[in-house]
């Protein structure tokens, strides 16, 4: 008769609430339990995460970008883009390069898909950066 393996399958959201317990005053832990309630759909959870770690760290960027999205998301198109351009002065500090275009980006993208409703990253935001 062969054995069976057992397998156990662990809900990231339990791994980062672990962690994130465990380390209260780490911004990172919190914004990562943050990002997997965001990946879950739960966006008012999500937004408490992202604000604890905002609060541990008011330059984080996980956090920030997170809590951006979260916000547009949730259709709070105006808090949204005041977040996304805090995200973006945060973003043009980061020192590697490849990084933080990537990220500001993505940023951009997002603001412009608030107000007007398009991307626009093919165009004329690439050649900007």
Do not use: C
Not at 15 to 28: E, F, G, V, W
Not at 46 to 70: C, H, P, V, W
Not at 100 to 124: A, P, Y
């Amino acid at each position: 008769m062969a054995k069976t393996k057992t397998v156990t399958v662990v809900n990231p959201i339990d791994q980062y609430a672990a962690a994130a317990a465990t380390n209260p005053s780490n911004a990172q832990a919190q914004a990562n339990l943050g990002w997997g309630y965001y990946g879950r759909d739960n966006l008012d959870e999500a937004m408490r995460q992202f604000e604890k770690a905002l609060q541990l760290n008011t330059d984080n960027i996980d956090a920030q970008y997170g809590i951006s999205l979260a916000l547009k998301k949730a259709g709070k198109t105006e808090q949204a883009v005041a977040a996304l351009e805090r995200a973006a002065e945060l973003a043009s500090k980061i020192e590697e390069r490849e990084r933080q275009q990537m990220l500001l980006r993505l940023i951009h993208g997002h603001i412009n898909s608030i107000k007007i409703g398009d991307l626009k990253i093919g165009s004329e935001l690439w050649h900007k950066m």
